[in-house]
T-cell receptor
Framework: DTEVTQTPKHLVMGMTNKKSLKCEQH?????MYWYKQKAKKPPELMFV???????INESVPSRFSPECPNSSLLNLHLHALQPEDSALYLC?????????????FGSGTRLTVV | GQQLNQSPQSMFIQEGEDVSMNCTSS?????WLWYKQDPGEGPVLLIA?????ELTSNGRLTAQFGITRKDSFLNISASIPSDVGIYFC?????????????FGKGTLLTVNP
């Protein structure tokens, strides 16, 4: 299995809702990432998990809460989002944070906040 | 912080033509990666470069890691309609920043059949 699987593919949520994005990989990668991507812009790093521990938070607002239940799973919990948070949310993984390998990206969750 | 300048921003070419795009950095990178992204999908890794001067091919794609470690280019030969998409370069530094990929702003490629 050489894929990163993200669910759901699309999500529409109200500003008072609570929802979660899920990411799964079975490549034995020990680093996992959340990126946010606006239309026609490059991905922007949000969080880095290394060996299931949060190692980097790129000053992301607390309405985004990541969680890594085990080495294969990464969640992003969403609460009280704003319309400007609408974007494509990408999960990625790599063998390790300092390793010489490319990052494998999932197909993303297209999030719309109404 | 580290910045990448990717050019051109967009290209409109005829099927069969060759394409070249490049990225330059204000600082040294240890790894250069080239990704392609189709609409509604995540970026897909095309080529990874790990050594200064390295020249690597993947089918019709060829990429090079610049000698100065501050630049990289991607060439696509004999373009076909399915080459359409956004191409991103990405670099990874060393030391405390080695976890982070810095992305270029992308090159939007359109291929006319």
């Amino acid at each position: 299995d050489t894929e990163v699987t993200q669910t759901p593919k699309h999500l529409v949520m109200g500003m008072t809702n609570k929802k979660s994005l899920k990411c799964e990989q079975h490549m034995g990668h020990r680093a996992m990432y959340w990126y946010k991507q606006k239309a026609k812009k490059p991905p922007e790093l949000m969080f880095v998990y290394s060996y299931e521990k949060l190692s980097i938070n790129e000053s992301v607002p607390s309405r985004f809460s990541p969680e890594c239940p085990n080495s294969s799973l990464l969640n992003l919990h969403l609460h009280a989002l704003q319309p400007e948070d609408s974007a494509l949310y990408l999960c990625a993984s790599s063998q390790e944070t300092g390793g010489l390998s490319g990052y494998t990206f999932g197909s993303g969750t297209r999030l719309t906040v109404v | 912080g580290q910045q990448l300048n990717q050019s051109p921003q967009s290209m409109f070419i005829q099927e069969g033509e060759d394409v070249s795009m490049n990225c330059t950095s204000s600082s040294i990178f240890n790894t250069w990666l080239w990704y392609k992204q189709d609409p509604g999908e995540g970026p897909v890794l095309l080529i990874a470069l790990y050594k200064a001067g390295e020249l690597t091919s993947n089918g019709r794609l060829t990429a090079q890691f610049g000698i100065t470690r501050k630049d990289s280019f991607l060439n696509i030969s004999a373009s076909i309609p399915s080459d359409v998409g956004i191409y991103f370069c990405a670099g990874r530094g060393s030391g405390g920043s080695n976890y982070k990929l810095t992305f270029g702003k992308g090159t939007l490629l359109t291929v006319n059949p």
